[in-house]
């Protein structure tokens, strides 16, 4: 009777401590599993600014171009300005020359666009 009761007592002292082994393991996965979620969370955010970083950086390089494309086109402009004074030609005179040098390089461009078709209609 008494080895019985010992028997009994050994193996709910035994389930109680694989009950408690079992709970730490839990326990353990719960923590595993919450500090890969925050890495990855942690992770996210991290990359989510570097994303944003080279977005402002892009768009920083974008204005600055087009900023200088503006100085530039204005340069030319004060340049042109400047040549027309010396040389004494109206800015209606200046826009009508280049719009013909506009129009004769579409007009070569064309010509050998035609060329070209003739060449291989011939072949």
């Known amino acids: 009777?008494?080895?019985?009761?010992?028997?009994?007592?050994?193996?709910?002292?035994?389930?109680?401590?694989?009950?408690?082994?079992?709970?730490?393991k839990r326990q353990n996965r719960k923590e595993k599993q919450k500090?890969?979620?925050e890495k990855r969370k942690e992770d996210k955010r991290i990359?989510?600014?570097?994303?944003?970083?080279?977005?402002?950086?892009?768009?920083?390089?974008?204005?600055?171009?087009?900023?200088?494309?503006r100085r530039e086109k204005r340069n030319e402009e004060v340049r042109r300005e400047k040549k027309r004074k010396e040389k004494?030609?109206?800015k209606r005179e200046e826009e009508k020359r280049?719009?013909?040098?506009?129009?004769?390089?579409?007009?070569?461009?064309?010509?050998k666009k035609e060329e070209k078709r003739e060449k291989k209609t011939k072949e």
């Open 47 to 69: 990359e989510k600014r570097k994303q944003k970083r080279r977005e402002n950086k892009n768009e920083e390089k974008r204005e600055k171009r087009k900023e200088q494309k």
């Open 98 to 111: 280049e719009k013909k040098r506009n129009e004769e390089k579409i007009e070569n461009r064309n010509k």
């Open 1 to 24: 009777e008494k080895k019985r009761k010992e028997k009994g007592v050994k193996k709910r002292e035994e389930e109680k401590r694989e009950k408690k082994r079992n709970e730490e």
């Open 35 to 37: 500090k890969r979620t």
């Open 88 to 90: 004494g030609v109206t």
